[in-house]
Every structure is written in structure tokens, then in C-alpha cells.
């Protein structure tokens, strides 16, 4: 089992690129969420699933979006990257719900300059 | 608003000493509680986590947390640090099924050897 898998690690985009964070698991896991991390702040939901094809909104949805056409994959778009996007992003997921706690990807570093 | 708050940000302690990390949450409903950790340059670990039962909860590497609904609070305890400690320490509340999990700012831990 790989876990949850998040590629790239690394990424420098321009303001203005789009670009596209991979997030897959292998557990057979409904639900996954986008987080991102930044000094002093804490982990930021993006946005959240619960299942193929049912995605919301968590608490910092501009500038992003998302879609779940599988169970295995939750990539998170940057539509237009701006400075304030630069930041560790994480990718999570979970089976039954969230009592369980969320198993977390590596993350990816994201830099906009 | 769905929202945690971890009152320390930045602890510092001698090993040996005892440790206690504040967490408040605020929650409608019936609410799950996590503690995670981050140690330097990895991913966030599940140290434990409460969903129902006995309030005072244990987890990983002898950490411990109490559930007082009262005073909606989920702080994290430890007799006796280790150097090995050193780490960011976040809290986190979600809810049943809904797949979305809300974290605390996190309190970074120095551990003195």
C-alpha cells in the first residue's frame, strides 16, 4: 500500500499559471480533503469530499477547485496561481467518516513568484 | 462557526518535564477530536483521537488528552518530555460523517535536552 500519494513535491509556477496537485490513495478511502499549511496558521481546509463525484467547500475555497470522478483521485487546480497561494499543500484521506482520522500525503511545496 | 484555537504557539520545555498543550473547540452537535503531529520535515501523524466514551483518551509515545465537554477543551498531556518530542502539535475537531475537519493554528514544541 502506498498511502496517500501527492505529486509534485516541489513546484515554482509564475503569477497567473495554472497548474494541477495530484492526490491519490489506495485504501478505498470516500473521503479526502485538500489542506494547506502556513506558518502560524495552521492546516486550512480547501476543500473536502465524501465521496466519487460530492465535493464542498472548506474555509479557503477561492483561487482553487477540485473534482472527484474516482474514488482514487482528488486533484486540487489552481485556476490563475497568485503569490498568496504559496504554500505547503496537503492531501488526505479517510474511510467511514472522520472518526477514524484523516491518513495525510507528503505534501507538495508550492512557490508563486 | 466551526472553529479550534490552541492557546500556546510556542512551547519550550527541559526533557523530563510535563506537558500540557491547550485546545478549544467550537462545535455544534456531536464532535470528534484529534490530535496530530508534525515532526520536522514529515507529514502529520495521528497521535490520538475521541469519538465517544471514556474522556480521557490515550494515545502514541505516551501522550494522553481528557474530553471535558463542559468547557469544550481537548488538551494534550504528557508526564515526561523527550528530546525526541520536538515537534508541531496540532488539534483538530470534525463531525459524524460530514468528512470535514477543522485544525487548530498548532503549538510548535521545543524540547532542551
Known amino acids: 500500500n502506498a498511502g496517500v500519494t501527492q505529486t509534485p513535491k516541489f513546484q515554482v509556477l509564475k503569477t497567473g499559471q495554472s497548474m494541477t496537485l495530484q492526490c491519490a490513495q489506495d485504501?478505498?478511502?470516500?473521503?479526502m480533503s485538500w489542506y494547506r499549511q502556513d506558518p502560524g496558521m495552521g492546516l486550512r481546509l480547501i476543500h473536502y469530499?465524501?465521496?466519487?463525484?460530492?465535493?464542498d467547500q472548506g474555509e479557503v475555497p477561492n483561487g482553487y477547485n477540485v473534482s472527484r470522478s474516482t474514488t482514487e483521485d482528488f486533484p486540487l487546480r489552481l485556476l490563475s496561481a497568485a503569490p498568496s497561494q504559496t504554500s505547503v499543500y496537503f492531501c488526505?484521506?479517510?474511510?467511514?467518516?472522520?472518526?477514524?482520522?484523516?491518513?495525510f500525503g507528503s505534501g507538495t511545496r508550492l512557490t508563486v513568484v | 462557526a466551526q472553529s479550534v484555537s490552541q492557546h500556546n504557539h510556542h512551547v519550550i520545555l527541559s526533557e523530563a518535564a510535563s506537558l500540557e498543550l491547550g485546545c478549544n473547540y467550537s462545535?455544534?452537535?456531536?464532535?470528534?477530536l484529534f490530535w496530530y503531529v508534525q515532526y520536522p520535515g514529515q507529514h502529520l501523524q495521528l497521535l490520538l483521537k475521541?469519538?465517544?466514551?471514556?474522556?480521557l483518551v490515550k494515545g502514541i509515545k505516551g501522550f494522553e488528552a481528557e474530553f471535558i465537554k463542559s468547557k469544550f477543551s481537548f488538551n494534550l498531556r504528557k508526564p515526561s518530555v523527550q528530546w525526541s518530542d520536538t515537534a508541531e502539535y496540532f488539534c483538530?475537531?470534525?463531525?459524524?460523517?460530514?468528512?470535514?475537519?477543522?485544525f487548530g493554528q498548532g503549538t510548535t514544541l521545543q524540547v532542551k535536552p
Open positions: 462545535y455544534g452537535g456531536t464532535v470528534n
Open positions: 485504501m478505498n478511502h470516500e473521503y
Open positions: 483538530a475537531a470534525g463531525s459524524g460523517n460530514t468528512g470535514k475537519l477543522i
Open positions: 475521541y469519538f465517544s466514551g471514556d474522556p
Open positions: 469530499s465524501v465521496g466519487a463525484g460530492i465535493t
Open positions: 488526505a484521506s479517510s474511510s467511514q467518516g472522520i472518526s477514524y482520522g484523516y491518513t
